[in-house]
């Protein structure tokens, strides 16, 4: 069975220092991979999504990058963090199918202070 | 740009009463999918239901769509306080990239 993986959980980072949340898949190949943040109260953003190694697309612009070094590792990254970067970043993945069906980790809660 | 919204914003019931929230997109879609978040958690998929598909029931959850209102409605049957959560709807537009609403915040009172 497919899994998701994404760490750390709980991030308190002071402003301007550099950011990194690691997300791994398992149980599949050449899976889409997505990163969405959440505002406290407020819908999914999508950051980020992946098509396969080394394609990334960015939805917003924004403080932040992400890379896929491997085919079933998703990044995301910034060098200096703003106040603004708050919130529950979710990693998410989805097959090749057309359905678009998302299967989502469990979180990465980042303050910024 | 966010896809869909859901309606109401909040909603607060009597364990055993039935729940019911809607959600209302833009663009024209191949599916629209139900989500499910607790607090501090990631999203879970709920059910699917396809552009030529008008309802659809996985145990308690009925979900129907109607696309000439380009609107869609979960109902959750005979609520439980384990049913406490956010629910999200979300559609995959052209790119097939589910794009989200901010949600209708569920509590059931035991």
């Known amino acids: 069975s497919q899994t998701i993986h994404q760490w750390p959980a709980t991030l308190v980072q002071p402003v301007g220092s550099p950011l990194s949340l690691e997300c791994t898949v398992e149980g599949t190949s050449n899976p889409n991979l997505y990163w969405y943040r959440q505002a406290a109260g407020r819908g999914l953003q999508l950051l980020f999504y992946?098509?396969?190694?080394?394609?990334i697309s960015s939805e917003v612009p924004q403080n932040l990058s992400a890379s896929r070094p491997q085919d079933r590792q998703f990044i995301l990254s910034s060098k200096k963090l703003l106040l603004s970067d708050s919130g529950f970043y979710l990693c998410?993945?989805?097959?090749?199918?057309?359905?678009?069906?998302?299967?989502f980790g469990e979180g990465s809660r980042l303050t910024v202070l | 740009s966010q896809q869909g919204e859901e309606d109401p914003q909040a909603l607060s019931i009597q364990e055993g009463e039935n729940a019911t929230m809607n959600c209302s997109y833009k663009t024209s879609i191949n599916n629209l999918q139900w989500y499910r978040q607790n607090s501090g958690r990631g999203l879970v998929h709920l059910i699917l239901i396809r552009s030529n598909e008008r309802e659809k029931h996985s145990g308690r959850l009925r979900v129907t769509l109607d696309t000439s209102k380009k609107s869609s409605s979960l109902l959750i049957t005979a609520s439980r306080a384990a049913d406490t959560a956010s629910y999200f709807c979300a559609n995959p537009g052209g790119s097939y990239i589910p794009t989200f609403g901010r949600g209708t915040s569920l509590i059931v009172h035991p």
């Open positions: 998410a993945w989805s097959g090749t199918s057309n359905t678009g069906e998302l299967f």
């Open positions: 992946s098509v396969g190694i080394g394609q």
